[in-house]
């Protein structure tokens, strides 16, 4: 028995080994490379030249369009994470209805999954073209404006626009997630419940929320972690601009790094969001490896 | 009416908004590729076509070089999954299967690479395939995007491996097959819906992937869709938005055709990979 286990150790081993190698080397090298240029001065043209210690970091945090991106990011995280859960929920209660067309609905509610972020982006911002657009001609027609509106062109409408697409993409995720949960639900308790004459809403707020807590639980820290990360969106309707104005950290690291040629800066602020996805990554870890003892 | 007619009525009264927010964009986006040009900057604009404007198309496909974005795509596609499939079924097998020391460290080391997007990486990757000399070389994105997926790919077909009852191979394996012949011959052609699941998904995110691409590409010739179509509403003083979204239609379609068809299976597939 023991030399089976021997055997099937140095077996896994063989297995495991190309995936590691692979990821090592694309994503393991890219991360060290980040973190030595982090801490030295790199040239215009893209030369490492001297150690400057934190130097970089202590440039950054001095950096107003950084700390206003920081704080952006922050905005932009919470509210469309906060925003999918509140939309995602009732959505998927709905859908674990038995009612006619539950399919349809169901392909329906997860279509935007299928369709890239950037190819949405792109039919958002014809949607919101300043003068021809079919936001616009709704508005328009429901007499709510006199002429048109440049929707994309001002700070506040523009992120707010971002903050609610943000929340249309990330909804077929969290129902999915949801629904799994939903389904995962033994279904005695509520017969138990009703017989004892809970009402839905007792039901509600009694048994599916806190049976449901894990998997809401898994949403929130994965969105965190997508939506932390989502690029698309904001580069293609508005490119952090005007101004910076709707920036986030990843579109600034991308300005910093291929826009304005500071590659020390980008790398120090690329080890900051590491360490802020680390965080979160952690916590997604010991909730994945939880539920997976659970079974 | 019956209880479930009054469920079904209040279900649908319910999600009419949401559904209306969703299908507003592809309304836009089919009624716009189908518009003639002089019907496009108007104001008031106009809902639907006056005629459908098919010439918009064969237009686009001419002056945007869709059909070269396509075939790049493709070749991204599918080398991509490929790739990332080949290494994804033995580390999937040894996770769901088979008992060894470190394997919890392993799960971990694929759940962080998982959080990694290649965007927070930009600087790294960059330098590190111009290192390579593949800088605006389709291969860039097919090694980056393999490594990329590959954890959700190893965590998704091991979730299902893991529903595959042991006694099939135990019994092979009495029958005198190896362990790698009853992989092969035995254990594969089981998980096969499995893997036809994980590759369309490791496809389709491919076929969307735009942050690698923008980095890693420089010349238009080598532009996958999603990048080429980007190109299209940046830098140009007057944006044929028919022509744009004549080529977004026709490159998310199918796309959304099969994620339709196939909607049932992959997402109970991706419940489970994400899930767990």
């Known amino acids: 028995m023991r030399r089976h286990t021997g055997v099937s150790g140095f077996l896994a081993f063989v297995m495991i080994l190309p ?49 206003a991106s920081f704080w952006r990011t922050l905005i932009w995280t919470a509210s469309v994470v906060a925003g999918t859960i509140l939309v995602s929920l009732p959505i998927a209660l709905v859908l674990q209805e038995d009612f006619a067309g539950r399919g349809l609905a169901r392909v329906i509610i997860m279509l935007p999954w299928a369709i890239s972020l950037t190819m949405n982006a792109v039919v958002w911002r014809w949607i919101l073209n300043g003068q021809y657009g079919m936001l616009n001609a709704l508005l328009f027609d429901l007499g709510l404006i006199d002429g048109p509106v ?44 009703r017989v004892d004459g809970a009402s839905a809403i007792m039901r509600f707020r009694a048994l599916t929320l806190p049976l449901l807590k894990p998997f809401i639980n898994m949403a929130i820290v994965l969105n965190i972690i997508y939506v932390f990360n989502s690029f698309p969106i904001i580069w293609v309707l508005t490119q952090g601009d005007p101004a910076n104005s709707t920036d986030i950290l990843v579109t600034y690291l991308y300005k910093l790094a291929f826009r304005y040629g500071r590659l020390d800066l980008a790398a120090a602020m690329s080890i900051v969001m590491l360490l802020i996805l680390l965080v979160f990554s952690v916590a997604y870890a010991s909730m994945a490896m939880r539920s997976q003892s659970a079974e | ?112 690479t998982q959080m990694l997007s290649p965007i927070v990486l930009v600087i790294g990757l960059f330098r590190f395939i111009a290192g390579l000399g593949l800088i605006d070389s389709l291969l860039a994105l097919i090694l980056t995007g393999a490594a990329f997926n590959l954890a959700f790919a190893i965590w998704m077909l091991q979730s299902f491996m893991a529903t595959i009852p ?37 496809f389709i995110a491919s076929w969307n992937e735009f942050a690698l691409a923008l980095t890693l590409l420089r010349s238009g010739d080598q532009a996958t869709l999603p990048l080429r179509i980007f190109t299209l509403v940046g830098g140009a003083y007057r944006i044929e938005w028919q022509q744009v979204m004549a080529a977004t239609t026709l490159s998310t379609l199918p796309v959304a055709l099969i994620f339709a068809f196939l909607q049932r299976r992959l997402v109970s597939g991706l419940a489970l990979g994400a899930v767990k």
């Open chain 1, 19 to 67: 995936s590691i190698v692979l990821t090592l080397w694309t994503v393991g090298y890219p991360v060290v490379d980040i973190a030595v240029t982090s801490i030295h001065s790199v040239n215009r043209f893209g030369r490492t030249t001297g150690f400057v210690g934190l130097a970089n970091f202590a440039a950054l945090l001095a950096d107003p369009i950084f700390v």
């Open chain 1, 150 to 193: 440049e929707w994309l062109a001002q700070a506040r409408p523009a992120f707010m626009i971002e903050i609610a697409i943000g929340i249309f993409v990330s909804m077929p995720f969290t129902v999915t997630i949801l629904l799994g949960g939903l389904a995962s639900l033994p279904s005695e308790i509520y017969e138990a419940a």
């Open chain 2, 166 to 202: 042991r006694e099939i191979e135990e019994a092979a394996w009495i029958d005198g097959a190896s362990r790698i012949q009853s992989l092969v011959l035995v254990f594969l052609p089981l998980a096969a819906p499995a893997l036809a699941v994980t590759c369309i998904f490791t």
């Open chain 2, 1 to 112: 009416m019956t209880s479930r007619q009054r469920r079904t009525v209040l279900s649908w009264l319910f999600l009419a908004p949401v559904v209306i927010v969703i299908l507003f964009p592809y309304v836009v986006m089919v009624s716009t590729a189908l518009k003639p040009s002089d019907e496009i900057f108007v104001f008031p604009p106009r809902w639907l076509p006056s005629r459908l404007a098919f010439e918009n198309l064969s237009a686009m496909w001419v002056s945007t070089g869709f059909g070269r974005a396509l075939l790049n795509s493709l070749i991204v596609g599918f080398g991509q999954t490929l790739l990332c499939i080949i290494f994804a079924i033995p580390a999937a097998y040894a996770t769901a299967r088979l008992t060894f020391t470190g394997s919890k460290l392993y799960r971990q080391f694929l759940l962080v």
